[in-house]
């Protein structure tokens, strides 16, 4: 895909025994996904869903429908083998309209960035028990980096049928950096130093580089993974895949922030 250029990093981090993480950067599709239940069930679990969304072809018209194909497949694969479960927070450039956009999607507690300008805004909205607690005003997002149950997730892919994603429509824009990341990103450097280090002017594998090297210098307690793409140039997007299927994203519904779950999942 022309105009696109992206870099990735992963580590273990200074406690965990395996990384559990995986990741995927095929365009048009870029994954995160933060595997929990232990070896040979979460770095499996993880891996399906890298392993299931890398069938996306370079010219393939990603909808919403294909995204949720996928997290069926993953999710019925890994209930029917050693279990576990698994988080996802990924893009994928599309067209609909003749325009390009990102359509950001997401399960669980890894994250989606958007940067512009050298500004850089999480997207997603995590599941888990946490985000719950900020929303209803009982703590502030700083307070929920050291919370008890901030591990807790109320989504992943492989617990239940019918994992639901959240998903996100975002016009591309020249010069725009998307950023994915496990929650080993997160819960070790606080957002200003995740927007200092992703908002700087350097490739995209230097940049995963150093958010990740910047995880596991704070303490590198969980394994930590960090995909970035840029957009360099739209013109080069727009045209090269036909329109998507009208109505292949709803905006208005899907793009709502996920209903409360009614139990919780420890994890990730
Ligand atoms: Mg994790």
Redesign the pocket.
Known sequence: MIGVSWGTATDVGRVRAVN??ALLAQPPVFLVA?G?GGHAAGDVASAIVVEEFSTVMPDQVVTSGWILERFDRADLRIREGQGGGT?VAGVALIEQDGRPYWLIFNIG??RVYHGQGGRIIQKSVDHSVVQELIESGDITSEGARFHPQR?VITRAVGLAAGPEPDFWLLPAAAGDRLMMC???LT?EIDDVEIARLAGGEAEPCTIAQNLVDAAVDAGGR???TVVVVDLGDTASVSGRHHAADPGSVDADERTQPRRPAPEAVI??
Do not use: I, P
Request: hydrophobic letters at 10%.
């Open positions: 559990e993480d933060d929990m988080t507690d890894s591990h496990s929650d080993g819960s969980d394994n930590v994890g990730s």
